[in-house]
């Protein structure tokens, strides 16, 4: 039987079973149950291409990061309300604190553990969110789970193990490579050094020769990010940056974006006199959002972006769409981020089932898998195929739209893809 009869009639007995709706709705929770199905399996084998939107800070497993704090030993958890300083159940190496002290109200991870079972599991569901997070407050609560973690790791020993260990799990799970957004942070050594940027570059690229002796192809991109929101007058010397970045990794660094919540007050018209001449190329976020006025993406456009961080609001605009497909700029979509921030609860609603049917370049991507707890993009390609009315063709198209028209990388990726059809 071909591809198409074996998982549309696979799809067909998934969907008839969940007449509920919750595969819509929450889709999120649906995925223990789905992962137990075929039609999963057949997803997690298949060829993926790169993984072209995802955040550094929010890619990984957190169960896995628990385990590597809990192995280090000199992890500590912040136990007291939230202040302005600290979060409530924020996780921090020693090496994170000034001169090594540690301020009142953390105490030592392990400990806590041992004194409240329930510690573990209430650890992984304050890093972790899911549809009933989901309110006015919800891009302040996603900003606080970043900082539950980043002071953990960044502990350059657990960032090695915890980042090894995501390549090589994208790897396994068919990505040829990943384009990371990368927030300009500083890794810091158990002692406390903190790593200068060039140094957390030169870390990311050692980890990547290490999941190469595995995977030779496997290949890691960083995108320079920084806020929206931010006074436009501080972009400058984040572009400076950036650009060299770009100049002493010019395998490494392709490009510059601002991240976060679209409808913060200012739009990217208020830094495209600062973004005009950055002279990185930007590859910007923009259409994350509901609103009918927000006209962000037509502002990257004329910025000259040729990928858009969602485009989930392009329907709005035909004139807008019409530019995307004529010339061919990518749509970064991220379908579980998109219902699980309360942009789509109804994920049959997705604009981007319509974006692949009329022919634009969409590619498909977990965003933050950390915090929805989800696969690196298996889950989000499962989600577009069952609540999008999609073939496998379509998917495949989005898949390798990921290689941006490389022959050398299309070659291998429809070798992998005749392999993996004739296995079915
Ligand atoms: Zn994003």
């Given at each position: 039987m071909e591809i198409e009869q074996i998982t549309s009639k696979m799809r067909e007995d998934i969907l008839a079973a969940s007449l509920d709706g919750l595969i819509f709705n929450d889709f999120q929770k649906q995925l223990p149950k789905l992962r137990e199905t075929s039609l999963y399996r057949i997803f997690k084998a298949m060829p993926k291409g790169r993984l072209m939107h995802a955040h550094i800070e929010a890619t990984f497993n957190v169960r896995d990061m628990l385990s590597l704090a809990i192995a280090n030993g000199g992890v500590y958890v912040f136990l007291d309300d939230e202040t302005p300083e600290f979060r409530h159940c924020q996780l921090a190496h020693r090496g994170w604190f000034e001169d090594g002290v540690i301020p009142d109200g953390w105490a030592s991870l392990n400990m806590a553990l041992a004194n409240d079972p329930l510690m573990k599991e209430k650890l992984f569901s304050m890093c972790t969110s899911g549809t009933g997070d989901i309110d006015e407050n919800i891009w302040p609560k996603f900003e606080a789970i970043f900082d539950r973690y980043k002071a953990v790791n960044n502990c350059k020993p657990i960032f090695m193990k915890l980042y090894t260990k995501v390549f090589m799990d994208m790897a396994a799970e068919g990505l040829m490579g990943v384009d990371l957004r990368f927030i300009s942070q500083t890794i810091f050594e158990e002692n406390g050094r903190r790593l200068t940027p060039d140094e957390y570059v030169d870390t990311v690229k050692e980890i990547e020769a290490e999941v190469r002796k595995s995977f030779p192809g496997f290949h890691i991109n960083l995108i320079y990010s920084y806020y929206k929101?931010?006074?436009?007058?501080?972009?400058p010397e984040r572009l400076a940056h950036a650009r060299h970045l770009q100049e002493k990794y010019p395998d490494v660094f392709i490009g510059y974006d601002m991240v976060g919540g679209e409808d913060c007050g200012k739009d990217l018209l208020y830094y495209t006199p600062v973004l005009r001449d950055a002279g990185v190329p930007i590859i910007m976020h923009a259409g994350?959002?509901?609103?009918?006025?927000?006209r962000n993406i037509e502002y990257a456009l004329d910025l000259g972006v040729r990928r858009l961080g969602h485009g989930l609001n392009l329907y709005r605009y035909p004139e807008l769409e019409a530019r995307v497909k004529a010339d061919g700029v990518m749509l970064e979509v991220c379908p579980l981020s998109n219902q699980l921030l309360g942009y789509v609860p109804d994920l049959r609603l997705h604009p981007a089932a319509g974006y692949i049917k009329r022919g634009l370049n969409v590619t498909i991507n977990s965003d933050d898998c950390a915090i929805f707890d989800t696969a690196y993009i298996t889950d989000d390609l499962l989600l577009a195929y069952l609540c999008w009315d999609l073939s496998i063709a379509d998917i495949k198209r989005c898949l390798k739209n990921s290689l941006c028209g490389d022959p050398a990388m299309e070659e291998i990726f429809e070798a992998s893809w005749a392999e993996f059809e004739s296995s079915l």
């Open positions: 929101g931010v006074p436009a007058e501080t972009v994350e959002t509901v609103n009918p006025d927000n």
